[in-house]
């Protein structure tokens, strides 16, 4: 095979990363708003400025941080703190494994560098995109998925530091509950752009409203499920409706 020219090497990786920005800038705004509540949170919630700090760099999972803090705050076993973030985030098992035929050339650090910097986001702008691929592990897919995990990770670390050094100034009265709600709604609700979205967010909706109860926030896993089978048997279906 002939040699690439690296010129167009690079300008494949540019334009691919450049459109994955594109499609990532508009949830941009909700995530610095989600990561601004999560830093005043941790401050709030009893942990040092330098704690927090390294939670949020080394952590990097936003409902996982929310989860965890009323524990902390408690004075709970550390494991049950380790076991109800590992239950939040049972939904990148799910993630890893759809996107695994598109990264499994690359090596394992690499795979591990990829799999800290990934978000719902990029998994929720990436499927649609490259999911009926004839070909998987592009040069075009890896940058396009970088596109959308850098830009969130920087907006995440930036307003949860800001959020961090701020949250003494932040008065007990405000309800940063609300506000995270808010930012997750301006995330999610741009993508009820179709009838198999609309199905797998009433699936998980109504599931998570039926597993409040469970403990460890397992309603939370067990919505992630739902909605994700609700979502490929409504594909499906709705195509074999078109077909």
Partial sequence: MPAEDPALVRQERLAAFRSGVQAIVPALIATGTWGLVTGVAMVKSGLTESMALAMTLLLYAGSAQLTSLPLIASGAPLWLIFMAGCVVNLRFIIFGAALHPYFRHLSWPRRLGLGYFTTDMGFVLFMPRFGDAAERGTREQLWYFMGTIAPGWVVWQASSIVGIYLGTL?????????????????????????????????????????????????GLAAAVIAGILAGIWAERHFHKARA
């Fill in 170 to 218: 932040v008065p007990a009265t405000w309800s940063l509950d609300f506000a995270a709600v808010l930012a997750l709604l301006a995330i999610t609700v741009p993508l009820a752009n179709s009838k198999p979205m609309l199905v797998s967010m009433l699936a998980a909706g109504l599931t998570a409203w039926v597993g409040q109860l469970l403990p460890l926030r397992l």
